[in-house]
């Protein structure tokens, strides 16, 4: 790309920017009394309200919340667990190239390959929140809906981010399986998962973080937990309340983000976690194999 066609697109790109600003109302969309009623509306906040009755009766609507998190990350696990490894294209389709003829096998796994992908397409295309008002209309409103829409969309996300790992991973020990005879299974188990481990975990925590946050949101439409108790404050005008749930919230996803931190550094130190998983490879690896590979 020569330099006219480089300062093009940067003109371009500034002047789409602008367009937006004005489609969002950011510029010029403000009256002259818009900041006297922010500073009225942030003095309403002030001082939270941290009265002991208050504090207790928060109790449930944060246990619920974290319930619904948990519940909805565990549920997209199960999800990505079960399509990732599918919609993988190097456990699940031959390489470009590759020696010898198609077999039936691999002709018969392409269907199934591709409905992966696009069942985990679907799962991600449709945001946290419609899905929340989706499980709604199907199961009513509480809990139960906000974690199966959090579960939904979590294990499309996952199962995307978990295949595209498997695909990341070396061909060599898996090309070392199947020259030993190992089925496709055993590939994934023995060859692909132990070094795929450490980016898998690390993803599945970012998304407990991601959930954390978003189940306030989904409690917002009807999903339960502080997400419902700070709609009904923010309806009713109670606004000291309202601070006190935002503090609450933002103490939460900072203890969260310290836990995950930890769990990272304790299970996924660098290093040591590349060579413990190259060793398990080679560990299950028949002699047979073992010596195809050298």
Do not use: K
């Not at 795929?196 to 946050?213: C, D, G, I, K, T």
């Amino acid at each position: 790309m020569g330099r006219r066609a480089q300062r093009l697109w940067a003109a371009a790109a500034v002047v789409a920017g602008i367009l937006s600003f004005r489609g969002a109302d950011l510029v010029g969309g403000g009256d002259g009394g818009l900041f006297v009623r922010m500073g009225r509306f942030l003095a309403r906040l002030f001082p939270p309200d941290v009265s002991p009755a208050f504090l207790a009766s928060l109790g449930r609507p944060l246990l619920q919340t974290l319930a619904v998190a948990g519940a909805g990350t565990f549920l997209g696990w199960v999800v990505a667990a079960a399509l990732a490894p599918l919609a993988s294209t190097d456990l699940m389709r031959r390489p470009w190239g590759a020696a010898g003829r198609p077999a039936v096998r691999d002709r018969l796994l392409l269907p199934v390959h591709l409905l992966a992908r696009w069942t985990l397409a679907v799962l991600r295309g449709i945001p946290e929140l419609l899905w929340v008002l989706i499980c709604i209309v199907a199961v009513g409103f509480g809990p139960f809906a906000g974690a199966l829409a959090l579960g939904l969309h979590t294990g499309g996300v996952l199962g995307r981010l978990w295949a595209e790992a498997l695909d990341e991973t070396p061909r060599e020990p898996l090309e070392v399986l199947e020259a030993a005879g190992a089925s496709a299974p055993v590939r994934t188990l023995w060859g692909a998962l132990p070094q795929a481990r450490p980016l898998m975990v690390s993803h599945a925590l970012l998304r407990w973080e991601f959930n954390l946050r978003v189940s306030v949101l989904v409690g917002f439409l009807g999903g339960g937990g502080l997400g419902l108790r700070l709609y009904n404050a923010v309806q009713l005008g109670f606004h000291d309340q309202v601070s006190t749930m935002v503090l609450v919230v933002f103490a939460l996803v900072t203890l969260s983000d310290v836990v995950s931190n930890a769990l990272r550094r304790q299970w996924l130190a660098p290093g040591a976690v590349r060579g413990e998983a190259a060793g398990a490879v080679d560990a299950r690896l028949p002699i047979e194999a073992r010596e195809l590979a050298v």
